[in-house]
């Protein structure tokens, strides 16, 4: 599928909660970047006792535990690309924000994860100024859905023209680069039904659109995402052509397990699926996925 240099392999670390489910946190970012031939490795910051029904436990790991991890994996494998996921408290930001600001010199994507998509908290709603305050600012990348891009601003995030708002208060705090997840907002353009994500960075606004699907089996589309962005970075892709690479990823993510029969409630993603690259994306423009490329559209801009 992939080729790489002999003897060289891309690596990326992810730091994020465990999903007992298997289909969001360490365990969808491992499996992604295993996808994109990617040499992956976690730091777990909280073990959740999770299925697609819903969160029925969490157990954080103390700092300590949280940097060794991060210690042991620095000071002997190294790592071309980040992804931080759930991270719990403001305790364990200000570990591993530290850590990065002294060890890492890669891309670093930030998942802001506070809310699990059944309503349990992920981070403890106080501690979202530690978000803006210690984690903003040492991203590359960071990728809001609607309801955590509202957190961030408060703005309440609920169409486009929000999502472009809430993108360029987010970038002020720091990140290179704002991607406003379009999960959460019914978008309907040229009468069809987006999901679109909007990227903000350097002024300008570039969207990636792919039609909404129909489906519960959503659980861990934001982990998806946001590991295929840095397995693509790790790679030493740009970064729009990273976040088109990760949107089509999960857009054949979602469709391959549309009909799988795994659990009850939000089911998982098919993180088998091939990836789709493509390396000639604009910044400034509109591309809609149609499940095999990408599509300029002026038109829909
Ligand atoms: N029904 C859908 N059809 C097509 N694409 C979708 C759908 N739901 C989510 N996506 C895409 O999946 C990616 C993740 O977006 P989403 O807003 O669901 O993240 P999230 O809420 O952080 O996910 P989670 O909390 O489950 O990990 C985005 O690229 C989004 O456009
Ligand atoms: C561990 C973990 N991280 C992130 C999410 C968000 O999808 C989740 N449900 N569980």
Known sequence: MFKTTAGHIARMLT?????????AGIQADLKTAHQFAVYGMSAITAITAQNTLGVQGVFPLSPDAILQQLRSIADDLGFDAVKTGMLGDAAAIYTIASFLTERATCPIVVDPVMVAK????????ADVQAVIEH???????ITPNAPEASALTGIDV????ECKAAAVRIAEHGP???????GHIATDIA???????????NGRFTYFAAPRLQTA???????????????CLARGMEPLAAIASAKAFIHRAILGARNWDVGHGHGPTDHSVQPVFTANIAPGMFYLFDGEQWLERNDIA
């Not at 059944?118 to 709603?125: E, K, Q, V």
């Not at 984690?135 to 990348?141: G, M």
């Not at 290179?176 to 379009?182: D, H, L, R, W």
């Not at 089996?217 to 397995?231: D, E, L, N, P, V």
């Open 15 to 23: 730091i994020a909660g465990s999903d007992s489910g298997g289909g």
């Open 118 to 125: 059944g309503g349990t908290p992920l981070l403890d709603p």
């Open 135 to 141: 984690l903003l600012p040492v991203a590359t990348i």
């Open 158 to 161: 609920q169409s486009l023209a």
């Open 176 to 182: 290179q680069m704002v991607v406003v997840k379009g």
């Open 191 to 201: 009468e069809r039904e987006l999901s679109v994500d909007v990227v903000y960075a």
């Open 217 to 231: 089996k959503t659980h861990g589309t934001g982990c998806t995402f946001s590991s295929a962005i840095a397995s």
